[in-house]
């Protein structure tokens, strides 16, 4: 009969075996969406040529053409037309009358200052200019975004060039246009602005928009910050509770140490497994 201090190695053991393979499964699935980081590129028909670095949407009657993006079809913002060496995975070859799309990852792209310079961080929304991008102007309530902005852009440089563009009251004025990298992340940005900021704050809104690919209403996201927290407060707990029966399981007989050891990894594993599986189920709440 195992004497009392080998009973929290016991148990640490059995909801091992239960909970293991559970675990290992969403750490699996979690860690094979890490490819999502890379360049992701694909090869689509054109009706006519397009610029590597222009902003293209989805041809609605045919999804294996795209079309120059504008401010009519900015709802089917699709991707980034890219040089085909570019990407870092390719899921097909550019052929004749094919140009390469880049959906997930980083891309130059062109953008203009018609909405004012561009800074590290801003979102990036069709412009009037077709195929060209600018950054979302402050006032507005929501906008289909490519990404966000890596590097500033304030109309400057030998290879930018300038175009004329005529604003709402009908007047024309000059814009610069070049191109930056962006992390092409499609999604619909809604600013919070003056609306119950209070209850959630503008970039919680954002990122949470950025990570379901659309606009998310504020109940999910509180929803989805309760099951954080209660996941946080379970991990915190099971691992005081491990550390200090570990301990005091050592103190009563050094002889268990490496028993007690290998059982509090186990509790550590647990705790991972429980913190991956919130991250499943809040991104469920906030997607779907």
Known sequence: MCPPVCRPVIIITTMTRRWLGLIIGVLLALGSS???????????????PIPAGSLVVLDQKNTGNVDIATLDNVNRLFGVVVPPSSASISLSGSGSGQVQVVTQGAANVFVSTANGS?????????????????KVADGDASA?????????????G????????????GKSREVSVGQIPIVVNISTYTS???????VIPNWLQNLSNTLAGKSVSPVRIIIAGLILLVALVCITVLLYAAVRNSIISIGRNPLSKTAVLRGLLEVLAISMGILALAAGVIYFVIAK
């Open 34 to 48: 890490g490819v999502a980081w890379a360049s992701l590129s694909q090869g689509y028909n054109t009706t006519s």
């Open 118 to 134: 561009i800074k590290v961080g801003d979102y990036i929304t069709v412009s009037q200019i077709a195929g060209v991008g600018q």
């Open 158 to 169: 030998s290879d930018v060039t300038k175009n004329t563009v005529t604003d709402a009251t």
């Open 144 to 156: 289909r975004v490519i990404g966000t902005a890596q590097v500033d852009f304030d109309g400057s």
């Open 192 to 198: 919070t602005a003056g609306k119950q900021a209070y």
